[in-house]
Nanobody, 117 residues
Framework: VQLVESGGGLVQPGGSLRLSCAAS????????MSWYRQGRGKERELVAF??????????KYADSVKGRFTISRDNAKNTVYLQMNSLNTEDTGVYYC?????????WGQGTQVTVSS
C-alpha cells in the first residue's frame, strides 16, 4: 500500500496550491479519503474528508478551511486532491493523506506547505 502526496511548497499569503495524493495497493474507490495537517508544535488535525460514492460521496471540512479548500477524488486515477485557495500563515504545516475503510487505515508520508511572505 502506498499513498504518495505531492504539490506542497512555498506560497505567499493569499496564494493557492493544489495537493495530490496518488494511492496504490488497495481498492481506492471503497475507502474514505482525508487530508490532515500538522503545524509545528501542534497536533495533527483533520482538514477535509471525501466519502465513497457508495456512501453518498459526502465531503466535510474543518471550520478553518471552509470556503477556501476543496477536496475531490478521481477514482479512475486513484487520486485525491486538495485545492487550497486564499492561503494564510496558519495553513502552514505538513499535509498528510489518509485512507480508511474495511478495518484498515493508511497514511502518506506528508508534504510540506509553507505560507510566508
Amino acid at each position: 500500500v502506498q499513498l504518495v502526496e505531492s504539490g506542497g511548497g512555498l506560497v505567499q499569503p493569499g496564494g493557492s496550491l493544489r495537493l495530490s495524493c496518488a494511492a496504490s495497493g488497495f481498492t481506492f474507490s471503497s475507502y474514505g479519503m482525508s487530508w490532515y495537517r500538522q503545524g509545528r508544535g501542534k497536533e495533527r488535525e483533520l482538514v477535509a474528508f471525501a466519502g465513497t460514492i457508495g456512501g453518498g460521496g459526502s465531503t466535510k471540512y474543518a471550520d478553518s478551511v471552509k470556503g477556501r479548500f476543496t477536496i475531490s477524488r478521481d477514482n479512475a486515477k486513484n487520486t485525491v486532491y486538495l485545492q487550497m485557495n486564499s492561503l494564510n500563515t496558519e495553513d502552514t504545516g505538513v499535509y498528510y493523506c489518509y485512507a480508511f475503510g474495511w478495518g484498515q487505515n493508511y497514511w502518506g508520508q506528508g508534504t510540506q506547505v509553507t505560507v510566508s511572505s
